[in-house]
C-alpha cells in the first residue's frame, strides 16, 4: 500500500500514517468507512496513530483501534484554521492531490520539530491525544510504500 505520508521515529518504526483527502466532506462514519476499505487494501493495521485529513476535518486513531476495522476515530478535530495557517487562500479555496500533501508534511514536520505553535484547538487536541509527544523528532516521509506491517517497502 502507498501511503500519502509516514512518521518515523527516529529509530526507524513507523508511529503514523497519514492519508489526506483534498475533496472529501467526511463524517466520522465515513472516514470509518473509507479507513475500512484502506485496510482492506493493505493499510497496516499495527501502526500506533492512523490520521484521515480534509482541509477541513481531521479523524485520527489511536493505538489498538487502529486494527479494528468497524473502529470510529478516536478524535475528529478541525483542520481549516492549520490550512488557513499555512495557505491563506481565502474562504472557499480548494486544494487538492499532492497541494494538500505538501500543506500537511509542512505542518507535521513542524510539529515533529516543536517548530509550530499552538494556535488552535487541532494542536491542543493532538497533544491530549499523545499524538504530539509521540512524533517529536520524527522523519514525516511523502508517499511512502508500506508493506503489511507497517514498514516501508
Do not use: C
Not at 492531490?97 to 505542518?107: A, C, R, Y
Request: overall charge positive.
Amino acid at each position: 500500500m502507498n501511503a500519502d505520508i509516514v512518521l518515523r521515529s527516529p529509530s526507524g518504526k513507523v508511529i503514523a500514517v497519514v492519508e489526506a483527502k483534498g475533496s472529501m466532506k467526511l463524517t466520522p462514519t465515513l472516514a470509518m468507512q473509507l479507513r475500512r476499505r484502506m485496510l482492506a487494501h493493505g493499510l497496516p493495521a499495527t501502526v500506533p496513530y492512523f490520521l484521515l485529513l480534509t482541509q477541513e476535518r481531521g479523524f485520527l486513531w489511536k493505538g489498538t483501534a487502529t486494527s479494528h476495522p468497524d473502529a470510529l476515530p478516536d478524535a475528529e478535530f478541525p483542520m481549516s484554521k492549520v490550512v488557513e495557517r499555512y495557505l491563506p487562500a481565502g474562504p472557499g479555496a480548494r486544494l487538492h492531490g499532492t497541494q494538500l500533501e505538501l500543506l500537511l508534511v509542512q505542518w507535521l514536520t513542524e510539529l515533529a520539530l516543536k517548530a509550530a505553535p499552538s494556535r488552535s484547538g487541532t494542536e491542543t487536541k493532538l497533544k491530549k491525544l499523545g499524538f504530539l509527544d509521540a512524533i517529536r523528532g520524527a522523519q514525516v516521509m511523502h508517499e511512502v510504500a508500506l508493506d503489511p506491517f507497517g514498514a516501508p517497502a
